[in-house]
C-alpha cells in the first residue's frame, strides 16, 4: 500500500480502524492504542508584530542571552510588544519581560 498519497486525517482513520480489527480479532488485548484523529477545522491565526518589532525583541533576547545591558527604553518597547501580541511572543517561547524571574528563566534554561 502507498501510504503517502492520504491524508493525514484519512490515514488516522486507516489506523483506527485497522486498530479495532486487530483487536477484535485477538482474544484479549495485550496493549491499549489511543489514536488521536486531528481536527480538520481552521488553523488558528497568530498575529506578528512588524519587521522592526521582531528586530528589537531579536535585540532584546540577543542582550538578554549574552549578558548585556538593555536600556530602559528598550525594556518598555519590549513589554509594549508582548503587551500587543502575548500569543505571538509565547508561541516564540519568549519571556514575557527582559528583567526579573522570568527573563533569568529564559536565559539559564533556554540559552545555556
Known amino acids: 500500500m502507498d ?5 493525514t486525517h484519512q490515514l488516522c482513520v ?4 485497522a486498530t479495532k ?6 482474544p484479549e488485548p495485550a ?3 489511543a ?3 486531528p481536527d480538520p477545522g481552521e488553523t488558528p491565526i497568530i498575529e506578528a508584530p512588524t519587521d522592526a518589532e521582531q528586530r528589537h525583541v531579536d535585540a532584546c533576547i540577543r542582550l538578554l542571552t549574552q549578558g548585556g545591558v538593555i536600556r530602559a ?3 518598555k518597547e519590549y513589554r509594549r510588544i508582548y503587551k500587543n501580541y502575548p500569543e505571538y ?12 524571574a522570568s ?4 536565559r539559564d534554561f533556554h540559552h545555556k
Open 3 to 7: 501510504f503517502s498519497k492520504y491524508t
Open 14 to 17: 486507516l489506523i483506527r480502524e
Open 21 to 26: 480489527e486487530l483487536e477484535s480479532r485477538l
Open 31 to 33: 496493549y491499549k492504542v
Open 35 to 37: 489514536v488521536v484523529v
Open 73 to 75: 527604553d528598550d525594556i
Open 89 to 100: 511572543m509565547k508561541h516564540k517561547g519568549f519571556p514575557d519581560d527582559v528583567r526579573g
Open 103 to 106: 527573563a533569568r528563566r529564559y
